[in-house]
């Protein structure tokens, strides 16, 4: 895929330099070397071909490319100037960046993930191919495809989602879950992986518009200090953190509902938050993921630690339902 995008602009009559020091978990020194070689190759646009790491990794190299200072400057605001355009190749149904606005990078000296968000890193241009995700393999596919289904439901369950996001979620939420257990089958299938591309992409604007809740407040930290890859650590946190957010009443699961097949009529509200968090329990069943904290590494002694990060964390007070510490700990510790 490299070779035929270099080769593509090449035939366009531009000049090109690559750069592939990006983490898994993108980290300030990829960004920082991703600038030096930005600089010396002069560059004027910044082009992201792979997963949420890679774009997220290009929006804070443009950002930095042509604005002073370090990137922790640009955590709480600033004021940066004109940023290197981007067009934004995810190769990943994921983390929908090439929807967004903010980049997710770590910063290893104070162990948090710091959230960059400004207009200017809004991709100019997202091209969604699906024959760049045939090749994921099953279980890429499964925890990519788990974090844009926890981020077009936690569209729906923060306080500040306006009107106009939840159709972006609520379809998002229908094409993941139609599609999941096909791609999961049959990774070779280019309409289901067309329709995971298209859902990531529309739970990418959903949060774009409104944000994210609990899962990703206690998914950060299981990042920062154990290396969880984020899909992965959303996938293992979500059916716990949707039955905690049941507490808050049925109303945005009457909303998704229809959208994961469940028949509402003559349903209850307990029934129906029930038969909701058990349709996502049953499909995350079905991709094979490890379902406890202590089999992706993390350490039992640390879950107070982690769980301090994700209470002060401000998805989790924009969550419908904030968490308090001990509930966030008692979570983290039901799943070790």
């Given at each position: ?181 096909g791609v999961m089958a049959d990774g070779a299938d280019p309409e289901a992986r067309a329709n995971m591309l ?139």
């Amino acid at each position: 895929f490299l070779d035929t995008a270099l080769a593509s602009l090449k035939t366009g009559g531009l000049e090109t330099a690559w750069f592939s020091g990006v983490d898994p978990d993108p980290v300030i020194q990829n960004v920082e070397d991703g600038v030096e070689a930005a600089r010396l190759a002069h560059a004027d646009m910044v082009i992201a071909l792979g997963g949420g790491s890679a774009i997220d990794t290009a929006k804070a190299i443009s950002l930095m490319a042509s604005n002073p200072g370090r990137l922790p400057d640009y955590e709480f605001g600033g004021a940066p100037g004109a940023c290197l355009p981007i067009i934004a190749v995810p190769t990943t149904a994921g983390t929908g960046s090439e929807a967004t606005k903010g980049a997710v990078i770590t910063d290893e000296e104070r162990m948090v993930k710091m959230g960059i968000n400004f207009p200017q890193l809004m991709p100019r241009l997202a091209l969604l191919d699906p024959a760049l995700t045939l090749s994921l393999p099953p279980t890429v596919t499964a925890a990519t495809g788990f974090d844009a289904l926890t981020h077009a439901i936690e569209a729906l369950l923060v306080t500040i989602a306006p009107p106009f996001s939840k159709p972006f979620a609520l379809e998002a939420i229908r094409l993941l879950c139609d599609n999941l257990p096909g791609v999961m089958a049959d990774g070779a299938d280019p309409e289901a992986r067309a329709n995971m591309l298209l859902g990531s992409y529309y739970a990418g604007c959903a949060i774009s518009i409104a944000a994210t809740g609990l899962v990703h407040a206690m998914a950060r930290p299981l990042g920062v200090y154990f290396h969880v890859p984020h899909g992965l650590a959303n996938a293992i946190l979500l059916t716990r953190v949707m039955r905690f957010n049941a507490g808050a009443g049925a109303g945005p699961f009457v909303e998704m509902a229809p959208q994961f097949g469940v028949d509402t009529a003559g349903l209850a509200g307990p029934q129906l938050l029930d038969a909701v968090t058990d349709k996502i329990a049953a499909l995350f069943a079905l991709t094979g993921l490890p379902q406890t904290l202590r089999e992706v590494g993390a350490e039992a002694s640390l879950l107070p630690r982690l769980a301090h990060d994700a209470a002060v964390n401000r998805s989790n007070q924009i969550n419908i339902r904030v968490a308090r510490e001990d509930e966030i700990l008692e979570m983290y510790t039901q799943l070790y």
